[in-house]
């Protein structure tokens, strides 16, 4: 591992930091909500460290896969901490885990939030707040699309973005312009829903932070209730709508884009994706409608797909207080927050690629027990899958559940009740917000013990960067040569 | 498949089972609970229909693996329905699914129970309900040392009993040598365990039933209050130390028996399996002693001790409530009832070497990233496990998980709330017996909606097969050339 040219990286990347740290200050400044200076002073901390690391380590080697690893890993950290500063500075949050906290469920675009009182926060941190899920976003849309295949993580090569045009003579097509490109695509689809929701009645402010929170599948709202704040079913259908994009393979996108529709519904993920969208839709809406929750079917579809798109992409928006659905419902629920979103989208969750390989190897093992002597390959989109990728799969989805299974132990042990310390984590660990119990749809984080919260920041980091990046650092053969 | 040749021998075991019902006919003379015509009525009706499938059902050709399946699979299940018969003739238990659920829970080891009123049967039931489990045992055993090595399931090749002396030369070893042996083992401990029950103060009659359920890890006992009734320590020692003896290999305790006691302690499983359980008594007694539940150090480790083996062992039986523990030793309990007893014991669950390969596997991915090159394979014991096997054992696992959340969500469909019908599920799944929420330690499986117990009969035929034995049977090439 090499420490120094890692850190010199790392020292890049809070001069980025740095940089974003000025954008809320129009906010500021237009509201007078007072707090520009904690900006200011947040980025200057940026710059210094930032500068003089990049400044003193200085590194002639070439970035290898380890550095890659360290990188990605400390990365995340370092901007889950020094993204806290205006937090801390400005008194908001007095607490520097509960900061932490809030950053780290930012850039991790989880949306889980230690905060009582959003409404009262500044505007300006408000936007900072929505901005760090939108930065979070686009980190992890070139991260699964063009780093973790490089990696090698967790089966991630099956969904490696293939950049059409000048570069693909190239033989290795560079991070940069395939990171351009998705980017485009975010970009746009954020601008889009801003203008569709300034359309439904939401100030510019609110449209912005809302549609950052939804491109990222995030989840923060400016509002304490959520998306329901606004109690409109256009506001609802457009974010539903932006959600589920959300959640699918930003490449699939580009292909739209580039007018290859053909393209896009041909992806057998995708395909999976949407169904399962539906299905839960239409068995929840059958249930609620049985129970009496929603007695109109307008009102049954319009809280029910909410629901259900927020939950299976990761989002964590809120419209209705799932926990009081039927046992049904919610259960189907907690099982789509273990699915959720496509590889390649913003969506946290194990992914929909890896559950259809899973059960596609259960079938095929199933089916080698009937006729020993016959190949039958698991195929993804008529493609055979290598058998190597198959058991990094295979190997991704045990060790979710073994950190889903330990992370929820340590949080229970802090002090939390069964169903609220195992929704907690699983609503860290698939990026997704709000979990069940002590921690549902209508609370938040905050009365979780400081132990609890350090457990469920690792929760939030593992899970964003597929588990196999920051796992690597705890082997002792990582770092020496 | 050849379903005459299925049905032949299926008649066979009902001429078997037949004979097993005269064993309770002693103790209903003895006892004079008047309803030993219950038995002979039963019997008759076994040695009726098996006769008749035994003698029309003729077929010249050979066994093979097809059939294999469907023997084991639906002899379990016929064993079930036939083997309920007594309880429905005797008016003990007057609805004909209960009474199926009562005694798949016995034939598969399970222990579950839909009785509110135990010491209200006759004993001869009683009896036979004991003997059902200890039959269980006996075919579990073979089946999971002998038969499903030999059919691939779930990886089980890596357990075949290797059967030393005479046959080790022959090169198909034969079934019913490999089973003899065992069933020498399982019998010696058995009649161990009832003399040192009856020196403890047991009736003859307690002890045996006591024994039986115990060595098959079963956990059907003749008190409503399970061990808990006797209130003493000597007992509860006697009954953890044969639950922890049950669910160790018992190819294994054969060696023992051979005066290979290092081969014994030789094997990883068994030393990961013993290392679980006392780590985990630890733990729980850390925070039953901090939580105020237990205060002498002797009492803590008793009640702690036991409910640890029973539920690791898949044995079920209770001496206390442990829904009132505090939360950590709850969740514990939980993730030992998925992981089981160990490959070739008569415990349930995904079993020790499985969890202990995913977790080398997992280990394994993570080491590859750091080193590409480098090659490691997944070990046990020193020797390297096929890639085919570890593919297997990571298909079981995928479905293990899976087939619990589709059981969890068909129960909760049914009308159960969400820990109750996961825990009832896990409990059936992993052929444990009490669960969680309203099917606790404490409670029974009498109110469960008919829905949810024809659910839970299935849980209980899929996971003491090994999930795939009975999984084929649904593949339609299954029953065509």
Not at 66 to 94: C, D, K, M, N
Not at 462 to 479: A, D, I, K, N, Q
């Amino acid at each position: 591992m090499n420490l120094i040219l890692t850190l010199r990286i790392l020292g890049s990347l809070l001069l980025f930091l740095g940089a974003a740290l000025f954008t809320p200050l129009p906010f500021s400044f237009y509201y007078g909500d007072g707090v520009w200076s904690t900006f200011i002073l947040s980025a200057v901390i940026c710059f210094v460290v930032g500068g003089l690391l990049f400044r003193f380590c200085n590194s002639p080697k070439e970035l290898t896969v380890r550095e890659g690893f360290a990188v990605v890993s400390f990365g995340w950290t370092i901007f889950a901490v020094f993204g806290a500063l205006p937090y801390l500075l400005s008194g908001a949050i007095s607490s520097p885990l509960d900061a932490i906290f809030e950053t780290m469920s930012g850039f991790t675009t989880t949306g889980s939030t230690i905060l009582t009182e959003i409404e009262a926060l500044p505007q300006s941190l408000l936007f900072w707040r929505s901005l760090t899920q939108w930065l979070g976003g686009m980190g992890i849309i070139v991260l699964s699309l063009a780093i973790l295949p490089m990696l090698g993580v967790g089966g991630m090569q099956l969904f490696k973005a293939e950049v059409p045009g000048p570069t693909a003579d190239r033989l290795k097509p560079r991070i940069q312009d395939t990171a351009k490109m998705l980017w485009g695509v975010y970009f746009l689809l954020t601008m889009v829903e801003t203008l569709l929701l300034m359309f439904g009645g939401m100030s510019f402010f609110d449209a912005l932070c809302h549609s950052f929170a939804t491109l990222a599948t995030g989840g923060f709202s400016t509002q304490n209730s959520s998306i329901g704040a606004y109690d409109s079913s256009y506001i609802d259908g457009v974010v539903t709508l932006f959600m589920v994009l959300a959640g699918v393979n930003f490449a699939l996108h580009f292909q739209i884009l580039r007018g290859k529709a053909r393209e896009f519904f041909r992806s057998e993920e995708l395909r999976v994706y949407l169904g399962i969208i539906l299905v839960a839709t239409v068995i929840i809406m059958i249930f609620n409608g049985v129970g009496g929750v929603y007695r109109p079917f307008g009102e049954n579809l319009r809280y029910s797909i909410f629901q259900v798109s927020s939950i299976m992409t990761t989002t964590g928006f809120g419209t209705a207080d799932f926990e009081l659905w039927p046992v049904l419902p919610q259960y189907l629920l907690v099982l789509l927050m273990f699915i959720g979103g496509c590889a390649g989208s913003t969506g946290g969750g194990m992914k929909v690629a890896r559950i259809l390989l899973l059960f596609k190897h259960a079938q095929v093992q199933v089916f080698r027990l009937i006729h020993p002597r016959a190949i039958r390959l698991v195929k993804l989109g008529n493609r055979p899958v290598d058998k190597d990728v198959l058991q990094s799969i295979l190997g991704f989805f045990a060790l979710f559940i073994g950190v889903f299974v330990v992370g929820s132990l340590l949080v229970a042990a802090s002090g939390m009740d069964l169903v609220s310390a195992g929704g907690a984590v699983v609503a860290c660990l698939s990026n997704i917000g709000p979990g069940l119990g002590s921690v549902g749809p209508v609370d938040n984080f905050a009365h979780v013990p400081g132990f609890g919260k350090a457990v469920l920041i690792i929760c939030m980091l593992m899970g964003r960067l597929e588990l196999f990046t920051v796992l690597v650092l705890f082997f002792p053969s990582f770092w020496h040569k």
